[in-house]
């Protein structure tokens, strides 16, 4: 393969395309657009609230169900919000933060990050001034022996975030054994700990059937640690990822008391919203079914990326992920430098994930780690960023990695 002159032709392209973020395509957000039919002049909810009106922060009962099914818990564990799940759990973070402030205000928090992660969970604790550490995977999800090893040695560690399954952007679905551990944490803590369940790709499959993913909230209702659970899920990649709803999941004490640190900031959550979600997505086979058309316009693309990817693979380039769900394909080089290829695609046209980006201060420790997000663009834009990449990652390898 003769990349440089290749690459010579890419750039004189004029190429503009972009794999950065993992947003649904167009025939996607088309699968919900009979949700604007379902409220046809009825905005009443089934308990006869007026949804055009003020009040109710933990939302409408029947979001609040459809919360339920999303995050494997009791409705009434659940506050149905606005569009955005970052939103819930920066301001549940917050709300931790002036807590743990108040307890112990000379020392500086830390949280647990498993990487490679989601970059905007890393913002979060950065904006809190939160400290970051890094743990890896293994076959089972997050490496727990190293986890419980930290957490026994440091005392300033507040949290771990988590994507339990299809993690974004690795693909794992955490095992049994790893949820269990999780919701034992805990009890290992001598100062509050909390454990981020951020499942936002709980109904995302890409193949008939994946494994399913333990219960969270019940594993640490026996171990005593359900206060320290707070579990997240949105219907951002169901329906409209920008006027979706978010909801989050607590313990009743907890979201009292979260209810409670929102109160001053809102009245309430868009009702109007809930209404038409709840109607649309009425029941868990209206769900299934729903995500059934989206597989199957998502599952060609993340098969004609490890088609694309297989030539890294036999020349020992990269590795990467083979995910039965979620949004993205988690590509590792062996030889290239991740900033190198990603400036290169840059350079003609094709914006890929910054390098670094799935690790804390957007700082990759080996440069090796890139993130592809195939769902937006259609086939033919797919199969011209991809050939991009791969012949990017041909001529970035054929130098060292910098030192």
Same mark, same amino acid.
């Given at each position: 393969m003769d990349t440089d002159a290749i690459y010579e032709q890419y750039l004189k392209a004029g190429l503009k395309l972009d794999l950065t973020r993992g947003k649904p395509c167009p025939e996607q957000l088309a699968l919900s657009e009979a949700m604007d039919q379902t409220i046809a002049g009825n905005f009443f909810a089934e308990d006869g609230t007026d949804t055009r009106n003020y009040g109710g922060i933990l939302g409408i009962d029947e979001a609040r169900k459809l919360g339920a099914r999303l995050l494997d818990v009791d409705a009434q564990n659940v506050l149905a919000g606005g569009n955005s799940s970052l939103t819930l759990m920066y301001q549940f973070l917050l709300w931790r933060r002036q807590i743990w402030r108040q307890q112990d205000p000379n020392t500086r928090p830390k949280f647990l990050c498993v990487v490679p992660g989601y970059d905007r969970h890393f913002t979060i604790c950065e904006h809190l001034d939160i400290?970051?550490?890094?743990?890896?995977?293994?076959?089972?999800?997050?490496?727990?022996?190293?986890?419980?090893?930290?957490?026994?040695?440091?005392?300033?560690?507040?949290?771990?975030?988590? /994507?339990?399954?299809?993690s974004n952007p690795t693909g794992h679905t955490y095992s049994n054994e790893t949820v269990q551990r999780l919701a034992e944490l805990p009890n290992r803590c001598q100062q509050e700990f909390v454990v981020m369940w951020d499942n936002a790709y709980a109904v995302h499959d890409l193949v008939a059937q994946t494994q399913p993913l333990a219960n969270l909230l019940?594993?640490? /209702?026996?171990?005593?640690?359900?206060?320290?659970?707070?579990?997240?899920?949105?219907?951002?990649?169901?329906?409209?990822?920008?006027a979706g709803l978010a909801f989050c999941g607590l313990s009743q004490t907890q979201l009292k008391a979260f209810e409670a640190?929102?109160?001053?900031?809102?009245?309430?959550?868009?009702?109007?919203?809930?209404?038409?979600?709840?109607?649309?997505?009425?029941?868990?086979?209206?769900?299934?079914?729903?995500?059934?058309?989206?597989?199957?316009?998502?599952?060609?693309?993340?098969?004609? /990326?490890?088609?694309?990817?297989?030539?890294?693979?036999?020349?020992?380039?990269?590795?990467?992920?083979?995910?039965?769900?979620?949004?993205?394909?988690?590509?590792?080089?062996?030889?290239?430098?991740?900033?190198?290829?990603?400036?290169?695609?840059?350079?003609?046209?094709?914006?890929?994930?910054?390098?670094?980006?799935?690790?804390?201060y957007g700082n990759d420790p080996d440069d090796k780690n890139i993130r592809i997000a195939p769902s937006f663009p259609d086939m033919m834009a797919l199969d011209q960023a991809l050939d991009v990449l791969v012949c990017c990652i041909f001529k970035a390898s054929e130098q060292p990695k910098p030192s």
């Open positions: 400290d970051m550490v890094t743990v890896g995977f293994n076959d089972q999800g997050p490496d727990m022996d190293r986890i419980e090893a930290l957490l026994d040695a440091d005392p300033a560690l507040r949290g771990i975030w988590c /994507v339990p399954k299809h019940k594993s640490a /209702v026996q171990a005593g640690t359900a206060h320290s659970m707070a579990l997240f899920a949105s219907t951002s990649k169901i329906t409209f990822s920008g640190f929102l109160a001053p900031q809102m009245i309430g959550f868009d009702k109007v919203n809930q209404l038409r979600h709840a109607r649309f997505l009425k029941d868990a086979e209206t769900l299934a079914k729903h995500m059934m058309a989206h597989q199957a316009i998502l599952a060609p693309k993340f098969a004609r /990326v490890h088609e694309k990817l297989q030539p890294l693979a036999e020349a020992g380039l990269a590795t990467f992920s083979q995910p039965v769900g979620g949004y993205f394909v988690s590509l590792d080089l062996t030889r290239a430098s991740a900033k190198s290829v990603v400036a290169l695609a840059n350079a003609v046209g094709v914006t890929l994930t910054p390098a670094g980006a799935t690790f804390p």
